[in-house]
């Protein structure tokens, strides 16, 4: 009985005639379950649309690039795959625990030492799993990483360094800007990253000291930022927007700061943003230290922490 009803239930009836009657009380309980029914029901229609978005996309963000159905594919397959996988084990498992029941004390099922076909299905099934899986990250991977064309239309050279990221914009054979401009970050100031949307971005990734990786979710991709080894990958983005990048991978004490935001906007906001860095005296490309030569140095606060 609900918590609510407990009152009456303890309430002592009076007796009409023989008849059991309980007086009429309010009852809270029921007041606030339905009140609360309400506002459920009207929380659930406002955002279905967006809830049922979101599962289609497996809890991905909205895809910001050409390149990101690729991968959002591979994730969506994965995620059906291992549903059906699941609903068959889970099944066999039921089924065996029913068909299988003891039924009496002295029941004891056959003992068999060795079965073939099972031993043969359980060793197999696996790999088909894990070859079917290989085979479309493959093919993900490939049209991922894949160079849209040998001179793409906008290159951004990026520096990964402890803690934060510098954009450069190769834009000298851009007759709108005609120069190379940077934008440096810092662990008290978030750097911007402007790109155009629909057209190609060619980014050559560079770290100055340790690993860190380049990610904008938005994207669906990340790339690894190597000491000595540079990256390079193609993206189109396909939505304006401002989203947030980060570092994917562990890179030291003040790695939570590694982040910056991504505008996605038109050609001509884009020309005009590079046009401000020039104005400002932020012209010139930034480069990494030589590798192995140059061993960066920790700051001050965290040699002061060793």
Not at 255 to 265: E, I, K, P, T
Request: net charge neutral.
């Amino acid at each position: 009985m609900p918590a609510g009803d407990a009152h009456v239930a303890g309430a002592h009836p009076s007796w009409e005639g023989g008849t059991s009657v309980v007086k009429n009380r309010t009852r809270p309980g029921r007041v606030l379950t339905l009140g609360g029914g309400a506002l459920l029901a009207l929380a659930l229609t406002g955002c279905s649309q967006s809830a049922m978005e979101q599962w289609g996309r497996w809890g991905m963000p909205v895809a910001a690039s050409e390149q990101a159905p690729w991968m959002g594919n591979l994730w969506n397959g994965a995620w059906i795959a291992s549903m059906v996988i699941g609903v068959f084990v889970w099944g066999l498992m039921f089924w065996a625990a029913i068909r299988y029941r003891r039924r009496d004390d002295n029941y004891v099922p056959k003992q068999t030492r060795y079965n073939l076909p099972l031993e043969l299905l359980y060793t197999l099934v696996p790999f088909l799993i894990i070859g079917v899986l290989f085979f479309f990250t493959v093919q993900s991977q490939d049209h991922l990483l894949a160079k849209i064309n040998d001179r793409p239309v906008h290159t951004i050279n990026v520096i990964g360094q402890k803690w934060s990221w510098s954009f450069n914009y190769m834009e000298q054979q851009n007759p709108a800007v005609n120069t190379v401009v940077h934008d440096r970050g810092t662990v008290e100031r978030l750097p911007d990253l402007y790109l155009p949307v629909d057209e190609p971005v060619r980014f050559n990734l560079q770290s100055a000291d340790v690993i860190h990786s380049f990610w904008v979710p938005e994207f669906y991709f990340k790339l690894d930022v190597l000491p000595g080894h540079p990256n390079s990958f193609d993206v189109t983005p396909n939505r304006t927007g401002t989203f947030l990048g980060k570092c994917a991978e562990l890179c030291g004490t003040y790695h939570s700061a590694m982040l910056f935001n991504v505008h996605v906007v038109t050609v001509a906001e884009y020309n005009a943003h590079l046009k401000d860095l020039a104005a400002q005296g932020q012209t010139g490309e930034l480069k990494a230290p030589a590798w192995p030569n140059t061993v960066p140095s920790a700051p001050a606060d965290e040699e002061h922490q060793r």
